[in-house]
């Protein structure tokens, strides 16, 4: 593990103790994308922005998190992109259409749900997004935000950034609950991704940081990382052919 890597761990292992202590989450959301409470309120403060209003598309983790703003994308007539869990598909995102759901949105918005109704299908095929919902256990003030380590939030958001999809146009957004949200630096990497909102039950933070990769960092990449992500192969593989 690299210094950044164990800086990074260290701020997650602090926020995920005072979380859980501080009555945020449930006891069993160390090690996690942190299922906060109050997500269904953020999720309400979220729809109420101009930025969400206008959007069209939405990208969402599929985390327990995120759950009320995803319902809340498809209530609110929005198409819905979700990655397929782990991305283990050539095809690693569904589209969930609003306009054509044969279930209630809460059941179509669920990670499990969505594997039964959702078309599965490549960045080829996906629309442009207006709006990136991320996974986040912590996020300072300047929008540097750190999952819980896995790496696939960065990963999504750079293929979609190398397709056209993720533009200067899209706004990333971070919805937590306020103990997620620190003070401190949190250490960056090249693949990183910040976000430009971060929404929390009580609160809209606007973030002035942006920062964004070009694409896949692929020098970041271990083997069993690429070979794990169908994806990831097939584009090395035809890196090195060509």
Not at 60 to 84: C, F, H, S, T
Not at 174 to 193: K, S, Y
């Amino acid at each position: 593990m690299s210094d950044i890597d164990e800086a990074k761990q260290a701020v997650r292992d602090r926020v995920w103790r005072r979380l859980i202590a501080g009555g945020g989450a449930p006891d069993d959301s160390y090690g996690k994308i942190p299922g906060f409470y109050g997500n269904d309120r953020a999720a309400e403060r979220l729809a109420g922005l101009d930025l969400w209003q206008r959007a069209a598309t939405v990208k969402a983790n599929p985390d327990w998190a995120q759950l009320p703003v995803r319902i809340r994308a498809l209530e609110d007539g929005k198409l819905l992109y979700m990655a397929v869990p782990r991305m283990a598909s050539m095809e690693p995102f569904y589209e969930i259409d609003p306009n054509t759901l044969t279930v209630s949105a809460e059941e179509a918005a669920d990670k499990r749900g969505a594997a039964q109704v959702a078309r599965r299908l490549g960045v080829g095929t996906m629309r442009p997004v207006d709006v990136v919902v991320c996974g986040s256990v912590a996020v300072n003030r300047s929008g540097v935000r750190i999952g819980k380590g896995a790496g696939y939030s960065d990963l999504e958001v750079a293929l979609l950034i190398e397709a056209g999809l993720v533009t200067d146009d899209t706004v990333i957004v971070a919805p937590v609950h306020g103990l997620q949200v620190v003070d401190e630096d949190i250490p960056e990497t090249e693949h990183d991704f910040s976000v430009d909102v971060i929404v929390t039950p009580d609160e809209v933070i606007l973030c002035t940081g942006r920062r964004r990769p070009r694409g896949l960092v692929w020098s970041d990449l271990t083997a069993e990382k690429i070979a794990a992500i169908p994806v990831l192969a097939a584009r090395q593989a035809s890196r090195r052919r060509s």
